[in-house]
């Protein structure tokens, strides 16, 4: 069936150094791709999402990258700050009217000062 | 906009025992989804309605989970009887028309504990 796999579950890095955290999907079919951040005890909030008629889309500090040929989509976060330091959860869809989000198993960020 | 609202914030219960959930989505949101994140876990779809309908509840254990969402609007997810593993965070979303995956607003969710 659909899986999402995602790496590394765990990622501790120094403020101002960058984070990269890789996801890869089964469905070749998806074409939506978002990413969550997730605060301890909170929602699932929307930082970035892509489609796969776009190889790379940035907004700020975030960036997420998509190779469709190899199934893989990535996020990047430079300048790291402490408030980064959260779980983050990728995603893929195939994006119909009607079509649900299937998760990676999450990576958490810890952004040491 | 008011977001999504779940109720309670936290349950506690024995296992064997009957638990309900509630969820109030966005005014006009038509797809609603129940979702189960286990600690450590990404969230995992339980079941997706479309207005009244189910669209998609393969992954729903129909043994012991039930819910419904009889007029289009809020739903209830069930569990009878609870298992331990059954202790997770129960988060519901909907999405706006036309939105689909591209448009979830999550609630808050419940965590339910089962000892």
């Known amino acids: 069936g659909e899986n999402v796999e995602q790496h590394p579950s765990t990622l501790s890095v120094q403020e101002g150094d960058s984070a990269v955290i890789k996801c890869t999907y089964s469905d070749s079919a998806s074409n939506y791709f978002p990413w969550y951040k997730q605060e301890l005890g909170k929602r699932p909030q929307l930082i970035i999402d892509?489609?796969?008629?776009?190889g790379e889309k940035k907004d700020q500090r975030i960036a997420v990258t998509l190779n469709k040929t190899a199934k893989h989509f990535s996020l990047h976060i430079t300048e790291t700050q402490p408030e980064d330091s959260a779980v983050y959860f990728c995603a893929a869809s195939r994006r119909t009217l009607t079509d649900k989000l299937i998760f990676g198993t999450g990576t958490r960020l810890q952004v040491f000062p | 906009e008011a977001g999504v609202a779940q109720s309670p914030r936290y349950k506690i219960i024995e296992k064997r025992q009957s638990v309900a959930f509630w969820c109030n989505p966005i005014s006009g949101h038509a797809t609603l989804y129940w979702y189960q994140q286990i600690l450590g876990q990404g969230p995992k779809l339980l079941i997706q309605f479309q207005n009244n309908g189910v669209v998609d509840d393969s992954q729903l254990p129909k043994d012991r989970f039930s819910a419904e969402r009889l007029k289009g609007v809020d739903s209830t997810l069930k569990i009878q009887p609870a298992k331990l593993e059954d202790s997770a965070v129960y988060l519901c979303?909907?999405?706006?028309?036309?939105?689909?995956?591209?448009?979830?607003?999550f609630g808050s969710g419940t965590r339910l504990t089962v000892v």
């Open positions: 979303a909907s999405s706006a028309p036309g939105q689909g995956a591209g448009g979830y607003t």
């Open positions: 892509i489609r796969s008629n776009v």
